[in-house]
């Protein structure tokens, strides 16, 4: 803990992020000069064999070659500056044939990326590779230079490092105010090469992020099927607990009031008070029956939502929370039925979990609009400690507000408050 009480720049030339970016650029060079050495190779005698059948399965093979470069440098990227890039999409011929597999590999784009990687990179590696080795090799030798300054008089016969000489005049570091210059200037290389070396490994990130990761459309269609898996599995959520709601409550209170009904029908000849007590009962199951068919269409989608929009929707919903909550709603106009729908949705959950959970006094629900987005947020005074992922409401909360690209945020400090932030893409 006390290395942390140092600044940054004293601390920098010996942490552990500084010397793997160091490793880094070191293995990068050979590495470097490798990929591209036999990725110019190959793709040249493919390309200048195309005139003929030879050319197209090695310039595929020289493509699947720098496929597997990129999987060499994704590991060095994790492993060394803690870069973690997905492997882009496998390549995959119609047929499962050979030609097809060619086929597809010369029109992957990600392929071709990979030996645009290979080509370019070397070049760099060779220029931070001169640049990290100067600066630490000068920096580290000057600032310890007052350490091995004695090795010239008494093995070089000279009486220090030579700064100048043209046969005629010499000049030697060997004052002590010299080797003090030295060190100093050697100490300003040494604190200025990490920050030198981690602007070089940001260009890496780039090359490696960019050219050996999934293309943006391949991530975009991963990200909707995915999503698309969260909206199937929500909706079948959605759907068993409306039949078990409806099996486990209306319908059976429905069963017995069938039954009280033909006990009554029975008893109304022979013993009319009876049947009246009993008609009684089951006007009461009907009520009860009713109370919970319209609880059950206001969780799915209730009226007031679709007649008056937002602002009444969760004013009636935080009128029947036992917590006190205010409720400012202040849109140009409403969004779309599918948003209008998740933002209530969201809302009530959450307010359910207040009520549930919190142990709040009060809560607040504030919507409004901004920019392109919807921005609905909750907060509540209670004892905090909410965690998306170790509850698994919140959890299908921010799955359901993800899959229409919204995003769900929790600020829960145990001991509270909390705030819970949700954006959804405004469509009007």
């Known amino acids: 803990m006390a290395s942390h009480r140092l600044p940054a720049a004293i601390r920098a030339p010996f942490e552990a992020r500084t010397w793997r970016a160091f490793g880094y650029v070191l ?16 793709v040249s005698a493919g390309a200048g064999l195309l005139i003929t059948f030879l050319g197209v399965p090695i310039l595929a093979g020289a493509l699947a070659m720098c496929r597997g470069f990129g999987v060499v440098e994704r590991a060095r990227a994790r492993g060394l500056l803690g870069l973690d890039v997905a492997a882009p999409e ?18 992957s784009g990600a ?3 990979h030996l645009l990687y290979a080509v370019l990179h070397m070049p760099w590696a ?10 630490w090799t000068w920096g580290w030798g000057l600032f310890t230079y007052p350490l091995w300054q004695w090795v010239f008089p008494v093995y070089a016969g000279q009486d220090g490092l030579q700064l100048y000489g043209d046969g005629t005049h010499d000049f030697y570091l060997d004052s002590p105010f010299e080797i003090a210059v030295t060190s100093a200037v050697g100490l300003l290389f040494v604190l200025v090469g990490p920050w030198v070396l981690r602007g070089l490994v940001g260009v890496d990130r780039l090359l490696v992020s ?21 909206v199937v599995d929500t909706a079948a959520a959605d759907l068993r607990r409306i ?3 409806l099996h486990d409550g209306a319908q059976a209170r429905l069963a017995a009031l069938a039954m009280d009904l033909g006990l009554a029908k029975e008893k109304l000849a022979r013993d009319p008070e009876a049947a009246a007590v009993l008609v009684d009962e089951a006007h009461g199951e009907v009520k009860l029956a009713l109370k919970e068919l319209r609880d059950l269409a206001r969780e799915i989608h209730p009226a007031v939502l679709t007649d008056r929009g937002l602002d009444a929707a ?5 009128s029947r929370c036992s917590v006190p909550v205010s409720v400012d709603v202040d849109l140009p106009a409403r969004p779309v039925p599918a948003i209008e729908g998740i933002a209530y949705f969201t809302v009530s959950e959450l ?6 959970h919190a142990r709040a006094r009060r809560a607040w629900v504030d919507v409004w609009r901004s920019g392109d987005r919807l921005m609905i947020q909750v907060r509540d005074d209670g004892t905090g400690g909410a965690v998306v992922g170790a509850g698994a409401g919140l959890a299908k909360l921010s799955g359901r507000v993800g899959a229409v690209d919204g995003v769900l945020a929790v600020d829960s400090p145990a001991g509270g408050p909390t705030t819970v932030t949700v954006e959804l893409p405004w469509r009007a």
């Open 210 to 230: 960019g050219l050996l990761g999934p293309s943006r459309l391949a991530s975009r269609v991963t990200e909707l099927e995915s999503d698309r898996g969260v």
């Open 27 to 42: 293995i990068g060079l050979p590495l470097s000069v490798c990929w591209f050495a036999l990725s110019v190779a190959f």
């Open 126 to 135: 060779v220029f931070s590779f001169s640049v990290a080795l100067a600066l």
């Open 351 to 356: 307010l359910r979990n207040v009520t549930g």
């Open 111 to 113: 392929s071709w990326r």
């Open 243 to 245: 039949e078990r709601d």
């Open 90 to 107: 496998r390549v995959k011929g119609r047929t499962g044939g050979a030609f097809s597999w060619m086929g597809a590999m010369l029109k």
């Open 314 to 318: 969760l004013s009636a919903v935080a």
